[in-house]
């Protein structure tokens, strides 16, 4: 497939990945490549999906695979980032298998046309789960070599009452009426503490990624809380998978300090992570990081410094032929 000029600059190109149609229309997702600038071909890659309300705009992850070897890919899937079309309702899908095909696309470029023996896949939050799900589909395909999960939303960040009150509520209000907007949302202080104009030191897309985000609807919600409810009945994912997490949570509010949710989950429960990771296949590490934020990449140096850290000692002993030093 064509490849055009990303807008990350002149080290990224994008893949346009057609996914025919559905109810609203034309659908795509997009497939980003970095390829390393060894003087042979990397015959090692990793690919990442990102999570709910975002796209991938982490160019000091891509830096981390690179510095070691790897070729990077990032998917925007469906409906999000560069994927997304006037037409189509911001990060909606009714089934979190809907992403499958443009996973399976995009493995199947990087080792096929591309030529890669070695695959890590890399899932942040929502990301992570859908990255789970689909590992645990293509077990015994040889496709993927290793899990690395990056806070993902195994389980709602709500007590339990909450949580299955909320999940009916999705699935009754998404049979008849799926596109209807829940009073759930994602508090504006945690995107505030990562942009650059405001608490944070990164820089995104505030159209692609908003301080206020995008609204949750009812089919959404009912399909991630299918696919939790999947991964607690347990997976079988084949290949060794590492869950990564900060150390805590808070639940943003005005009243809390920006140093506090700088250095704390602000989006989910770390809890749920350690308690649903053991479900997800027979060869499970996790990782606690001090400081560290939702998007672990994303958290202040000492915190990122840690997650790297523990990232690149966990490739070297489980990926094949092991990781070598940038």
């Known amino acids: 497939m064509e490849a055009t000029a990303d807008v990350l600059g002149p080290d990224y190109e ?14 795509v997702a997009t497939l980003v490549r970095r390829r390393g600038s060894g003087p042979e071909p990397s015959r090692r890659a990793v690919l990442y999906v990102h999570g709910f309300i975002d796209y991938f705009f982490q160019t000091h992850l891509a830096d981390f695979y690179v510095d070691r070897g790897f070729d990077f890919y990032a998917l925007d899937l469906r ?62 395909q040889g496709l993927v070599d290793g899990v690395f999960l990056n806070s993902p939303f195994l389980d709602i960040a709500e007590p339990l009452v909450t949580r299955k009150l909320g999940a009916g509520l999705a699935r009754a209000l998404g049979r008849r009426f799926p596109q209807a907007k829940l009073p759930a949302s994602v508090s504006d202080r945690y995107a505030r503490s990562l942009h650059r104009e405001h608490d944070g030191e990164w820089d995104f897309d505030l ?19 299918r696919g939790q ?49 053991p479900r997800l296949g027979r060869h499970v590490t996790l990782v606690r990081i001090d400081g560290g934020l939702h998007d672990l ?20 002993g489980y990926l094949p032929g092991g990781v070598p030093a940038p």
């Open 207 to 225: 159209a692609w990624k908003p301080l206020l985000g995008f609204p949750v609807r009812a089919a959404w919600l009912a399909a991630v809380r």
């Open 297 to 316: 990449v994303l958290s202040a140096k000492p915190a990122r410094d840690q997650v790297f850290a523990e990232l690149s000692r966990w490739m070297t």
């Open 229 to 277: 409810l999947r991964l607690h009945a347990g997976l079988d994912i084949d290949v060794p998978v590492l869950v990564m997490s900060s150390e805590r949570s808070v639940r943003p509010s005005a009243k809390l300090a920006v140093v506090d949710l700088s250095s704390a989950d602000a989006v989910l429960d770390v809890a749920h992570m350690a308690r649903w990771a």
């Open 14 to 27: 994008a893949i346009e990945l057609p996914l025919g149609s559905d109810a609203e229309g034309e659908v």
């Open 79 to 140: 409906k999000y980032g560069r994927s997304l079309r006037p037409h189509q309702t911001p990060n909606f899908v009714r089934s979190l298998s809907e992403y499958f095909p443009e996973i399976d696309e995009a493995v199947r470029i990087v080792r096929e046309e591309d030529g890669h023996d070695v695959l890590l896949l890399n899932g942040h939050s929502t990301g992570g789960l859908v990255a789970a799900l689909w590992a645990d589909r293509v077990k015994g």
